[in-house]
C-alpha cells in the first residue's frame, strides 16, 4: 500500500497517469491447436539432422519437414485495450520457408492483430535436440519496429512464447498467454 501510494505521487508530479498493466493475451484453443499441428507436421523429422551439415541447415536447404512456418493473426483487443484476444488465424502469402527463418505477408487479413511463426528442433552434432524456446531478438526488434500487438513463437506441443503491444505501445515480453 506504501508503494503505490509512493507511485501514485510520483505520477501526480510528472504531471502524468500511471502506465496501464501489461498486455494480456487470449489464445482461443481451436488457434493454438492449429499452431500445434503445425508445429508437429514441420518439424517431424527433426532428430533425423545430425547428418546434415550446419551450413546446408542455414542455407535453407534442408529437408521440407525442418522449415519455419508463419502465419497470420485474427482478433481484437478490450475495451481498455490491455487485453488481446487471437480468435482465429490466417494463411501468409508469399511465405518463403527456411531453416531457419519465414517470410511473407498477412496485409490481406481482415481483422489482423498480429503474427505467428514456429521455431524449429534441430540436432545438435551428438544427435540431441536443440530447441529454441523463446522469440528471438530479431524477433522482438522486428515486433517492436511495427504496429502489430502481438506475435508468438511456438517451439513445442503447448509452449508458445509471446510478446505484446499495449494500447500506450509499451511492448512485454514475455506476455501472460491464457488458452481460453
Ligand atoms: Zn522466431
Given at each position: 500500500?506504501?508503494?503505490?501510494?509512493?507511485?501514485?505521487?510520483?505520477?501526480?508530479?510528472?504531471?502524468?497517469?500511471?502506465?496501464?498493466?501489461?498486455?494480456?493475451?487470449?489464445?482461443a484453443?481451436?488457434?493454438?491447436?492449429?499452431?500445434?499441428?503445425?508445429?508437429?507436421?514441420?518439424?517431424?523429422?527433426?532428430?533425423?539432422?545430425?547428418?546434415?551439415?550446419?551450413?546446408?541447415?542455414?542455407?535453407?536447404?534442408?529437408?521440407?519437414?525442418?522449415?519455419?512456418?508463419?502465419?497470420?493473426?485474427?482478433?481484437?483487443?478490450?475495451?481498455?485495450?490491455?487485453?488481446?484476444?487471437?480468435?482465429?488465424w490466417?494463411?501468409?502469402?508469399?511465405?518463403?520457408?527456411?531453416?531457419?527463418?519465414?517470410?511473407?505477408?498477412?496485409?490481406?487479413?481482415?481483422?489482423?492483430?498480429?503474427?505467428?511463426?514456429?521455431?524449429?528442433?534441430?540436432?545438435?552434432?551428438?544427435?540431441?535436440?536443440?530447441?529454441?524456446?523463446?522469440?528471438?531478438s530479431?524477433?522482438?526488434?522486428?515486433?517492436?519496429?511495427?504496429?502489430d500487438?502481438?506475435?508468438?513463437?511456438?517451439?513445442?506441443?503447448?509452449?508458445?512464447?509471446?510478446?505484446?503491444?499495449?494500447?500506450?505501445?509499451?511492448?512485454?515480453?514475455?506476455?501472460?498467454?491464457?488458452?481460453?
Amino acid at each position: 500500500m506504501r508503494l503505490a501510494s509512493a507511485l501514485f505521487i510520483i505520477a501526480a508530479v510528472v504531471g502524468r497517469t500511471p502506465a496501464p498493466p501489461p498486455a494480456v493475451v487470449v489464445l482461443a484453443p481451436s488457434v493454438r491447436d492449429s499452431i500445434d499441428s503445425i508445429f508437429l507436421r514441420y518439424n517431424v523429422h527433426w532428430n533425423e539432422l545430425a547428418d546434415v551439415n550446419t551450413l546446408t541447415q542455414m542455407l535453407g536447404t534442408g529437408r521440407p519437414t525442418q522449415k519455419e512456418y508463419l502465419g497470420c493473426l485474427v482478433g481484437h483487443t478490450s475495451a481498455a485495450g490491455d487485453t488481446i484476444y487471437i480468435t482465429d488465424w490466417a494463411r501468409a502469402r508469399g511465405l518463403v520457408q527456411f531453416q531457419f527463418a519465414v517470410t511473407g505477408t498477412c496485409d490481406h487479413v481482415a481483422g489482423l492483430i498480429g503474427t505467428w511463426h514456429t521455431h524449429p528442433y534441430r540436432a545438435s552434432a551428438t544427435g540431441t535436440a536443440l530447441k529454441e524456446p523463446v522469440l528471438s531478438s530479431t524477433d522482438l526488434s522486428t515486433f517492436a519496429a511495427g504496429h502489430d500487438r502481438v506475435v508468438l513463437a511456438a517451439w513445442d506441443r503447448d509452449s508458445i512464447d509471446a510478446a505484446a503491444r499495449s494500447s500506450d505501445g509499451s511492448v512485454t515480453h514475455p506476455a501472460d498467454l491464457i488458452v481460453r
